[in-house]
């Protein structure tokens, strides 16, 4: 089936797939297998040449696994795509299949801790420096640039601020300059926006979050060229093994079907609590993309079909504020992650950002105060009903 002019709608269901040849089942199978058959000697040593595909291990290549890939590439406007055990499995597989020791990297200042971590960290010990700039500004990472610059690593929108990046700009710099350039989109999804239609070269996705979106299942994708992916699968992924189990890509083959639908209902009512946030005396100010006051409104016009299902704000009285906060809500639930048909709510500072210096999370945006909100998909008066009796609470 050609789905190259399908729609989002269309492809989240039907990319990828074809009736399994045997049984002639629409639902695609669930391959268990670790080894596969190769067939006569001849057809065995084409495989291993390169000559043929085939399965050989599942470390190598499973079809459950590699029908998500293909599904999440047409979803991504991408040549190829290739499954991880996790989202740090995705980022960590395409930042090595790029840099060496000695080579420097340009990377957003607000992301995602682990992925700061990674940076700051395990990289520095391997002799790979990066520098975080302020990446709202196309210009900061511009004047970062030096003659080992090998990767620029962006966010957008970014976790936990929801600061964009100007991905055509960037994009044009990078290229220009010879860099390959990485953006996550687990926030946005391809639903909302597709990184690689602006000339971004690679993307990766907690496929564990909006992808999966019923908390039931862990797994990453890194989305790019055919070169690329390939490089990928042959080099730091086989050895380093942060494979997708089988099991885990069929329950996220299961949710990208439903991927668009629910994305409308992340948007819809993360625009409507970011609206009645941000009218809330006790609240000092609202992140949202979609919001007006946003100060990169403008840009997410632009280049976001719709804002995603994430919301921060700042509370008076910082952290004392937001313990309250917590522990008063009672449908919204106190976790991390983010994606989940449920809502999701975390105070930063003393939970997913407490790996970083204070410091360094005051210099990612995330203030004592901050509260991040992963909107569910329940009815949105009910959401705004809880928040509002725990803001309440004295």
């Known amino acids: 089936m050609d789905t190259t002019r399908m729609g989002i709608h269309t492809l989240a269901i039907h990319a990828g797939e074809a009736p399994d040849p045997t049984t002639g089942a629409l639902v695609p199978p669930l391959h268990l297998a670790n080894t596969f058959f190769l067939g006569s000697a001849e057809d065995g040593a084409a495989i291993f040449a390169g000559e043929k595909d085939g399965f050989v291990y599942s470390r190598w290549?499973?079809?459950?696994?590699?029908?998500?890939?293909?599904?999440?590439?047409?979803?991504?406007?991408?040549?190829?795509?290739?499954?991880?055990?996790?989202?740090?499995?995705?980022?960590?597989?395409?930042?090595?299949?790029?840099?060496?020791?000695?080579?420097?990297?340009?990377?957003?200042?607000a992301i995602y801790p682990s992925t700061y971590h990674l940076f700051a960290n395990e990289l520095r010990a391997l002799g790979i420096e990066t520098t975080f700039v302020d990446a709202t500004d196309p210009q900061n990472i511009a004047r970062a640039i030096v003659p080992n610059t090998k990767l620029i690593y962006l966010e957008s929108p970014g976790n936990p601020i929801l600061a964009l990046c100007d991905l055509r700009a960037i994009?044009?710099?990078?290229?220009?300059?010879?860099?390959?350039?990485?953006?996550?989109?687990?926030?946005?999804?391809?639903?909302?926006?597709?990184?690689?239609?602006?000339?971004?070269?690679?993307?990766?996705?907690?496929?564990?979050?909006?992808?999966?979106?019923?908390?039931?299942?862990?797994?990453?994708?890194?989305?790019?060229s055919r070169e690329f992916i390939k490089q990928c699968a042959n080099e730091p992924l086989r050895f380093f093994g942060g494979i997708l189990s089988p099991f885990n890509a069929y329950l996220i083959l299961r949710g990208i079907q439903t991927l668009p639908l629910r994305m409308e209902r992340h948007n819809a009512n993360a625009r409507a609590i970011a609206q009645f946030l941000q009218t809330h005396r006790a609240v000092e100010w609202v992140a949202y993309p979609g919001l007006?006051?946003?100060?990169?409104?403008?840009?997410?016009?632009?280049?976001?079909?719709?804002?995603?299902?994430?919301?921060?704000?700042e509370l008076k009285?910082?952290?004392?504020?937001?313990?309250?906060?917590?522990?008063?809500?009672?449908?919204c639930s106190l976790a991390v992650s983010l994606g989940d048909t449920r809502t999701l709510i975390v105070h930063p500072a003393s939970t997913t950002h407490s790996v970083v210096t204070r410091a360094e999370r005051i210099a990612q945006g995330v203030s004592d105060g901050l509260v991040r909100l992963s909107v569910g998909l329940e009815d949105v008066e009910d959401i705004i009903a809880d928040l509002e009796r725990g803001l309440e609470k004295k």
């Open 61 to 109: 290549g499973n079809p459950t696994v590699a029908l998500l890939e293909k599904r999440i590439a047409a979803l991504e406007h991408a040549p190829a795509a290739l499954a991880t055990a996790s989202g740090m499995a995705a980022i960590s597989t395409a930042i090595l299949n790029i840099v060496r020791a000695g080579d420097h990297v340009i990377a957003a200042q």
């Open 171 to 224: 994009a044009t710099i990078a290229r220009d300059a010879k860099i390959i350039s990485i953006t996550d989109n687990t926030f946005a999804t391809p639903i909302n926006q597709q990184p690689l239609d602006f000339g971004i070269d690679v993307v990766v996705h907690s496929a564990t979050k909006y992808f999966g979106g019923h908390g039931d299942a862990v797994g990453g994708v890194i989305v790019g």
């Open 292 to 313: 007006p006051s946003h100060p990169q409104y403008a840009l997410a016009q632009k280049q976001m079909r719709g804002f995603g299902g994430m919301v921060c704000f």
């Open 317 to 331: 009285g910082g952290i004392n504020s937001g313990a309250r906060l917590m522990n008063a809500v009672k449908l």
